[in-house]
């Protein structure tokens, strides 16, 4: 069974950094794009950018929104996926999810997600 | 396409047939995925690629993308269909994913 775990969600405050991860299992991780989502309390989805696998260029694309304060990352031999969110701010507030798979074909798998709340 | 339109809300009367529209510039030169989403749940993906249904998925979700609208269909809406639905595509030029701002769907 194919699943995604995201973790290191918590409270953190304005300015500083937190990593959150995405363990995969039940499916060859290396073989897969991974992508992150995210969505604020009471509002709609928001795509924050993928990852794609070794054979693809272990390439990353970004929302232009949030590029340069995100970084993606994978460790393969772990099946981990990484979030990295730098300089947080209140309105990154959310649940963050990451999945398997890449939107231009629609999302198959999603974890159950983290929340993220950047409060002082 | 660089924005998605949803209507906020959409109602249905039980065993009827719901029409969730999703438009956008030149929507049908882009594959339209759907996704469902109950309160406190992750999104499932409930149409991909403007008409597939992934396995699991009831025959009664099906989709179309035409003249300008993608269009998610429940037939013979059920209790358990209540929920928010999302459209979504790939604009390739962009390289940016895009969402509808979601609709709400009640089952009456």
């Known amino acids: 069974e194919v699943q995604l775990v995201e973790s290191g969600g918590g409270l953190v405050q304005p300015g500083r950094s937190l990593r959150i991860s995405c363990t995969g299992s039940g499916f060859t991780f290396t073989d897969y794009v991974i992508s992150w989502f995210r969505q604020a309390p009471g509002k709609g989805l928001e795509w924050v950018g993928f990852i794609r696998s070794k054979a693809l260029g272990g390439t990353t694309e970004y929302a232009a929104s949030l590029k340069g304060r995100f970084t993606l990352s994978r460790d393969d031999p772990k099946s981990i996926a990484y979030l990295q969110l730098n300089s947080l701010k209140i309105e990154d507030t959310a649940v963050y999810y990451c999945?398997?798979?890449?939107?231009?074909?629609?999302?198959?798998?999603w974890g159950q997600g983290t929340l993220l709340t950047v409060s002082s | 396409s660089s924005e998605l339109t949803q209507p906020l809300s959409v109602s249905v009367a039980l065993g009827q047939t719901a029409r969730i529209p999703c438009t956008g510039n030149n929507i049908e030169t882009y594959s339209v995925h759907w996704y469902q989403q109950k309160p406190g749940q992750a999104p499932v993906l409930v149409i991909s690629?403007?008409?597939n249904r992934p396995s699991g998925i009831p025959e009664r979700f099906s989709g179309s993308n035409s003249r300008g609208t993608a269009t998610l269909t429940i037939g013979r809406a059920q209790g358990e269909d209540e929920a928010d639905y999302y459209c979504?595509?790939?604009?390739?030029?962009?390289?940016?994913?895009?969402f509808g701002g979601g609709t709400k769907l009640t089952v009456l």
């Open positions: 999945a398997r798979g890449l939107p231009a074909g629609g999302v198959g798998y």
């Open positions: 690629r403007d008409t």
């Open positions: 979504q595509l790939w604009d390739s030029s962009s390289a940016e994913v895009v």
